[in-house]
């Protein structure tokens, strides 16, 4: 036996995945045509330790997704002196909107005007204004979460009219079961809602869309902003 121990393991497994992840999303791109930096990876590490996010960033990952604000709080005060920058990417409980206002960069998953108004009136002074995407669904009943297209300028109106949030561009999940060609569809679909909005005279930057199985093919269609758990942490507990 060396002192090699399991947590180093973990560690190398998770600095092994993700320089694979990162290899992949740079390939995506030049076959897209687009520079080796122009899309983001957010490590999404729901229901996983906070010693996987600390193996990530001495990696070199300074993004990293949560879901779950019961679980995130406590994850995110013993990482602080990392000053990583946090997503936030799971459902929004209207009781769960101040400490997702204090706590967290990023919202991507903004469906209703009356959490816009609660987020922007509880994000924090001395915080620079909350990075919000609207989440979209483009598949209707069958799908949980998000805003339908016709009332997406009403939401990012109620977002610019908070001064503390900061509108930033929109974020899909499409429903599980789609295959390929329609998967690609649904994320070009979005990739025009994205263009309409911004040649409409909103200022936006960000497409979020792609995760694990599929990260590839929304690059493909223009996300600049991938959310990656299993490829670069393993399974989750
Ligand atoms: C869990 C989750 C992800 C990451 O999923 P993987 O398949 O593990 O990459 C991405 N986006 C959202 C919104 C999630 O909830």
Known sequence: MTDHSANDDAADDVATRLAKVKARVRDALRR????????????????????????????????????????????????????????????????????IAERFDWVHTLERPGIAHRLGSQRPAYAPPLNVLLQVSLA???????????????????????????????????????????ARRYFAQLQTLFRELADGGYELDTLSMGMSADFELALEQGSNCVRVGTAIFGARD
């Open 32 to 99: 897209a045509g687009r520079p080796d930096d122009d899309a983001t990876i957010v490590a999404v590490s729901k229901r996983q330790p906070a010693e996987a996010v600390q193996a990530a960033y001495l990696a070199g990952q300074r993004h990293f997704g949560e879901s779950y604000v019961q679980e995130a709080l406590p994850k995110l005060e013993r990482l602080e002196s990392l000053g990583a920058e946090w997503h936030f990417i799971g459902r929004i409980q209207s009781n769960k909107t101040r400490s």
């Open 140 to 182: 209707g009943e069958s799908q949980k979460g998000g805003v339908r297209p016709e009332e997406l300028r009403a939401l990012a109106d109620a977002v610019l009219g908070e001064p503390r949030l900061s509108l930033r561009g929109l974020m899909t999940i499409p429903p599980a079961d789609l295959d390929t060609d329609s």
